[in-house]
């Protein structure tokens, strides 16, 4: 059988389930049937180090990719980019009422003008994340198949959605990590609800154990209950809420150390909040690490205070490392824990601190639960090969 040429469109590698997603989806693949490339708006992220030898990186081909991806150092290299990029930002945030609309609306009236297409022609083209990911797969990529992935319940991005059916309406195929999240797209896009398509995140459970043996997180303390919570630091992950959990934990006098792996926009304001709670000295933001694994298995509780999610990476392979987990209620959670792997609690510091103790009095029953299931879910891969394939 020839091979297909493939092509996945990501912003970059940085730290974020999507991200650890295809990376894991790359190590998976089966290379006899595709040439795969991969572009990436910046050549930067804990992941590329994890990308297989046999996936062409596509990386900076035009400078201008760099650009809505907010990279300031490089746009300040090239003054039109740079103020293409001020100007267009600029406009762009006062014409809309949120981040995720001013980012549509620059790709819309200003990036789509300037940026070129790709000269290679491909038999699958997939954006693997929504937003500009996807407008850039329709507007500069020529493919026999064309591919978008959303990562997320789509009404709690906050986008303009005339201009993303616009998108959706000239790809193929839209695929998303659950059914509720399917379900949340169909309310939302009636006339294209054929197009949507559920795989599940994919995830090894051998790598991942492999993984997790290399070290001892230098950060754990052995005489303390050890936290650790996983994510970007932005308002979808609710890092409030954990702050707050840690001040309820600090006056019911529980000795803790709750490390937070991640970066993103609202470091400094969250480390604020920390100092204002008096939290520091049990509570630290220890940025993005390549192997976050090694953390989860020698955690004693996995916690997710996120206010929105798809389908949680993080929880999936807590499960694996059989780390009991405390999550907030978002409306996906419930189709990926069951009250024998961990707590569902309110969005609120005090809900996630007792849930937190209710994993105390009992840890062993919920690792013990975890170690009789298999959460990987490599076979899963068959799926993805029926949509590329198909013709």
């Not at 789509?154 to 959706?168: A, R, V």
Request: proline share 3%; charged share 30%.
């Amino acid at each position: 059988m020839e091979k297909r040429n493939i092509l996945f469109v990501m912003s970059s590698l940085r730290n974020g389930g999507a991200e650890r997603s295809l990376v894991n989806l790359l190590q998976l693949l089966d290379y006899d049937r595709y040439n795969v490339d991969l572009l990436l708006f910046q050549n930067e992220g804990m992941f590329l180090k994890q990308v297989p030898k046999e996936v062409n990186i596509i990386s900076n081909c035009n400078k201008l990719y760099t650009l809505y991806d907010n990279n300031k150092t490089e746009a300040l290299k090239h003054p039109y980019l740079s103020v293409v990029h001020m100007i267009g930002t600029f406009i762009s945030r006062k014409k809309t009422n949120s981040v995720a609309k001013s980012r549509q609306y620059r790709w819309e009236h200003f990036y789509k003008k300037i940026i070129p297409e790709l000269t290679k022609e491909y038999d699958v083209a997939i954006a693997y994340m929504q937003r500009e990911q996807t407008y850039f797969l329709v507007d500069k990529v020529k493919a026999t198949k064309k591919i978008a992935w959303v990562h997320n319940e789509y009404s709690q991005l906050g986008h303009f959605k005339e201009m993303d059916l616009e998108y959706f309406e000239k790809v193929d195929k839209v695929v998303t990590i659950s059914d509720l999240c399917a379900k949340d797209l169909k309310k939302n896009f009636p006339s294209i609800a054929e197009k949507f398509v559920v795989l599940p995140n994919l995830t090894s459970s051998q790598v991942i154990r492999n993984l997790a043996k290399e070290f001892y997180p230098p950060e754990f303390k052995r005489d303390v209950l050890n936290i650790v919570s996983i994510g970007r630091l932005n308002a979808q992950k609710g890092f409030e809420f954990a702050l707050e959990a840690a001040l309820e934990l600090k006056k019911s006098r529980v000795k803790f150390h709750w490390v937070v792996l991640g970066i993103g926009s609202l470091k400094e304001e969250l480390e604020k909040k920390r100092e204002e709670l008096g939290v520091q000295d049990c509570f630290e933001f220890i940025g993005a690490r390549e192997n976050p694994y090694a953390y989860m298995k020698n955690a004693d509780v996995l916690v997710q205070s996120s206010r929105f999610e798809g389908k949680s990476v993080v929880l999936d392979e807590g499960k694996i490392l059989c780390c009991p987990i405390v999550t907030t209620n978002y409306p996906t959670v419930y189709d990926q824990i069951n009250e024998d792997e961990g707590v569902i609690v309110g969005m609120n510091g005090k809900e996630i601190a007792d849930g937190i103790m209710k994993i105390l009095k009992e840890p062993r029953r919920y690792s013990e639960y975890l170690s009789r299931h298999e959460y990987g879910n490599e076979k899963e891969i068959e799926g993805y090969y029926q949509l590329f394939d198909l013709q």
